[in-house]
């Protein structure tokens, strides 16, 4: 009999549509979004009252949080260190072989660490192996994002979507129609035969065609290291000159001004550091005041520094012996940092951020797209994606980046600060995954055992485990789901099938698959892959059923197809932030990212259906 539309399925259209459209306009933050639709499912009664927040404790949001703790513990024992170390003597100093060494360890981490976790952890790996080889850094960073993409569907652990999926079949059969089977719970390495499928072809993709799709340009970012800065960021940003102390003398019309006052004078230098008294310090705020006596590090032309001192009565020497502690390359320089998807920066002007004052860190240029920002930066409002020059102590820049807030790109002296935890951690993230494997424990069980061996041995503390869980992710996860069920429980799905069926019924099951297929990567490439997933899911096991397909197959076509996301730099966070880094356009996207749709789409359908053949 046929489904006809209820005043409960319009309802849950019309969530998914608003979903859809905020999502994509980003008028109101994603995680606010998902809050908001989960609500109104609770207000309308779409599905049981108990049931709307249970997304929160559900298995799937508990994994991602342990494995998100994992991959930070992972990364503070130091494997990502030993990994840069291990990829240089594999390399060798050759752009062909370092390109493949990086993405084929990238495409390994990708099966345990989640990809935005992992573009963070790898930014700056590979922005040393540049800087060390000089490789350009554009023909490594899309190449690293795009593998990313291609292996994370590799295992269960780090691919949020498929995570989801179970949790999306277990409401599926509780609303399947009498007598139709019910769809088993994928495992631990259910999707691995596909992944790992997905994962070469991506590594070999890059390494023959590298070369034709990454056209070489001119790239001065290996040149961007802790010594070596000057000329890269005169030619990048225009920041030009060099650094000098200025003393306020007696007469100085500056004395009793702040810094924030002396900024806005007609050809004011940057001002890096100040000295006051015996009390030095990197990127003074705004509202210290400057007394007789103060030094100032300020970084500048030469002509103009000489033009400013003599205008404000200040002496002016090029050395630098009262803060050259401060300006030593080994302690401090000038770096480069992108904003993530998940920053708390976001839509924040850079005064509003106080990074001065908060963490002495100066902001000398703000990058978007082509445009570069270099006067009046304060009232600059960030976007993800931007990159900020800034400079700073690398201590500052290190305790900056310990918030995910900013994802550093340059390659500074970093030490490790735990490398003799890294047995603890490599084991304890050893025994999750055996945990999952071998037993009949839950995957969040099993995850959430490893991070708390990695709590309780002193890899992280828990304040550190607080701040590697992306609550932003969570939060769209956990909401999204109940919008899944309700589809399921109002009849939406299979209503949705019915309709697809209408259209396609007579269609051969590889037509519908590729149909699935098509609409989640295009989903995927506009709104977030989970929601693209909760959407799908519910849809594809109703099709299945409807025509006597197999629904685990067509579930897992959508819940793969949602990472097939190469199109766009907007389609996935990890592609959002090597953006402005590697400087890429989207005409880079598209010549690299439309040849590898097509591949990953026709390997994800064949590998599936020769699984569940």
């Known amino acids: 009999m046929a489904l006809t539309l209820t005043p409960e399925m319009i309802l849950v259209l019309g969530l998914v549509c608003f979903t859809m459209v905020m999502l994509v306009l980003e008028w109101v933050r994603a995680d606010m979004v998902a809050l908001l639709v989960v609500v109104v499912i609770g207000l309308t009664g779409l599905i049981p009252s108990e049931k709307v ?96 993409l291609t292996a994370t569907n590799t295992t269960l652990i780090a691919n949020s ?64 290291t802790p010594g070596r800065t000057e000329s890269y960021f005169a030619e990048t940003y225009g920041i030009v000159g060099e650094t000098a102390e200025l003393t306020v003398t007696a007469e100085s019309p500056l004395v009793g001004m702040s810094i924030g006052e002396v900024e806005q004078l007609h050809g004011a230098p940057l001002i890096l550091a100040i000295k006051s008294g015996n009390e030095a310090r990197m990127a003074p705020p705004a509202d210290q005041v400057i007394w007789v006596g103060s030094v100032l590090g300020v970084l500048g032309p030469r002509e103009e520094l000489n033009r400013f001192a003599n205008n404000q009565l200040c002496r002016v020497s090029p050395r630098m012996r009262q803060l050259g502690e401060l300006f030593n390359p080994t302690r401090a320089g000038i770096s480069e940092a992108v904003i993530p998807p998940s920053s708390r920066f976001l839509k924040q002007s850079v005064g509003e951020l106080r990074l001065r004052k908060r963490y002495g860190i100066s902001v000398l240029a703000v990058t978007r797209g082509d445009q570069v920002y270099r006067d009046d930066l304060r009232s600059v409002s960030l976007r993800t994606g931007d990159t900020l020059v800034l400079h700073s102590s690398w201590k500052a820049l290190q305790d900056a980046s310990e918030d995910k807030d900013l994802v550093v790109v340059t390659d500074i002296p970093r030490e490790e ?155 996935h966070p990890a592609l959002m932030m090597v953006t402005g880094p590697g400087d890429y356009s989207s005409r880079d996207f598209l010549r690299a990212g439309v040849p590898l749709t097509f591949i990953v789409l026709a390997i994800t359908l064949v590998a599936i259906n020769l699984m569940y053949r």
């Open 53 to 148: 927040f249970q997304g929160f404790a559900g298995n799937a949001v508990i994994a991602i949080i342990a494995i998100m703790i994992m991959g930070a513990g992972l990364d503070r024992a130091g494997v990502l260190g030993l990994t840069a170390q291990f990829v240089m003597r594999m390399a060798r100093g050759k752009e062909s072989r370092l390109g493949l060494v990086i993405n084929s360890v990238t495409s390994l981490f990708s099966a345990v660490i989640p990809s935005q976790a992992l573009a963070a952890l790898m930014i700056p790996v590979t922005s040393r192996l540049s800087a060390r080889t000089g490789v350009p850094i554009s023909r490594l960073l899309l190449p690293m994002a795009f593998c990313i």
């Open 161 to 224: 979507p498929l995570i989801v999926l179970n949790d999306l079949i277990a409401s599926a059969n509780a609303n399947l129609p009498p007598g139709a089977q019910t769809v088993p719970k994928f495992g631990l390495f259910s999707v691995t035969p596909v992944g790992l499928a997905l994962a070469v072809a991506g590594v070999l993709f890059f390494y023959l065609y590298t070369s034709k799709l990454l056209p070489e340009r001119e790239d001065e970012r290996q040149k961007v």
């Open 417 to 571: 600060q735990r490398p003799n935890k890294i047995w603890q951690a490599v084991g304890f993230f050893l025994l999750a995954k055996g945990l999952a494997l071998f037993t009949n424990l839950d995957l969040s069980i099993a995850m959430m055992t490893g991070a708390i061996g990695m709590l309780l041995s002193g890899v992280l503390n828990m304040d550190e485990a607080y701040k590697a869980v992306n609550w932003k992710t969570i939060f769209v996860t956990a909401c999204l789901i109940p919008l899944g069920w309700s589809m399921d429980s109002t009849g939406t799905a299979a209503w949705l099938a019915q309709e697809v069926l209408l259209h396609l019924g007579h269609a051969s099951p590889w037509i519908l698959q590729l149909s699935l297929a098509i609409l989640t990567l295009l989903f995927s490439q506009v709104m977030s892959n989970v929601g693209a997933t909760v959407m799908m899911v519910p849809v594809a096991i109703s099709v299945a059923v409807a025509t006597g397909g197999n629904p685990s197959a067509y579930a897992l076509i959508v819940a793969v197809s949602s990472s097939n996301t190469f199109l766009l730099s907007s389609g």
